[in-house]
């Protein structure tokens, strides 16, 4: 699995970079750091404080890519050669079939929910709210969004009678029905969490929270409901 801790970390670095470089060139000097119980912003700080959310995924990534490589170097020969072969596997299609360990598993949920919190932070930052439930829907929803895609891209095929992790009686015994269901819902999981953060967005632009309830609805109905009615149907057909 040294590939994939190895594309973690080569992204989240990227991702780290970008950050910091609109911290630099777009933030503005004095910003708010902290908010009260009330949601207002009490207290002021240098720009650079952003940086500790930007650190984090990068840790977490790196750590699991460090701990990775120390623990090829004391494998035997013949175990570096076994691995070895394993790692012609393309990384996209193990994490697409959900063939990833669970350690990388919860590396790739925090590190990728952390980066989300980042960029969400350094936007406050950016646009000087003053008062943080003006934006908490929007937040919400992009975290929701977040999650949607981590789970049904990673979490998919945990058992043969699941979808979206949630048993189905119909399912059991119909393995050909599950991975069909459980890849339609990889699919429709990933393209309604990227609509659901550009509608999270758009709230933001127009200041409105009409597009976030759409993409609360669009969520639950394309990584959830569809994939399930679907599964029900592939069993009737039999």
């Not at 940086?51 to 035997?76: D, H, M, W």
């Not at 012609?88 to 919190?117: C, P, R, Y």
């Not at 699919?187 to 309604?192: N, P, V």
């Not at 109905?221 to 599964?231: A, D, G, Q, R």
Request: aromatic letters at 10%; a neutral charge.
């Amino acid at each position: 699995m040294i590939r994939l801790r190895k594309l973690m970390f080569t992204l989240s670095s990227i991702n780290a970079f970008l950050n910091v470089l609109v911290i630099a060139v777009f933030m503005q000097d004095n910003v708010i750091v902290l908010y009260g119980a009330d949601g207002n912003a009490y207290k002021y700080g240098s720009r650079w404080f952003y940086l500790l959310f930007v650190c984090v995924p990068l840790l977490i990534s790196g750590a699991l890519f460090i701990q990775e490589v120390l623990n090829r170097k004391k494998s035997v020969q013949t175990e570096q050669t076994a691995e070895s072969d394993d790692e012609t596997t393309d990384v996209i299609d193990e994490i697409l079939q959900g063939k990833t360990q669970h350690s990388d598993n919860v590396g790739m949920l925090f590190t990728w929910s952390f980066a989300i919190i980042s960029w969400v932070m350094t936007g406050i930052a950016l646009n000087e709210i003053q008062n943080i439930s003006v934006i908490l829907p929007t937040i919400i929803v992009v975290m929701f969004s977040a999650i949607a895609i981590f789970v049904t891209s990673v979490y998919n095929n945990v058992t043969a009678d699941t979808v979206c992790g949630i048993k189905l009686k119909w399912l059991s015994g119909n393995k050909e029905a599950a991975v069909r269901s459980n890849r339609l819902s990889m699919y429709l999981g990933m393209m309604s969490g990227m609509l659901g953060v550009c509608l999270a967005a758009w709230s933001l632009v127009i200041a409105n929270n009409i597009p976030n309830c759409i993409a609360v609805a669009e969520l639950v109905v394309f990584s959830l409901v569809l994939p399930i009615v679907y599964s029900y149907i592939q069993c009737k057909k039999k």
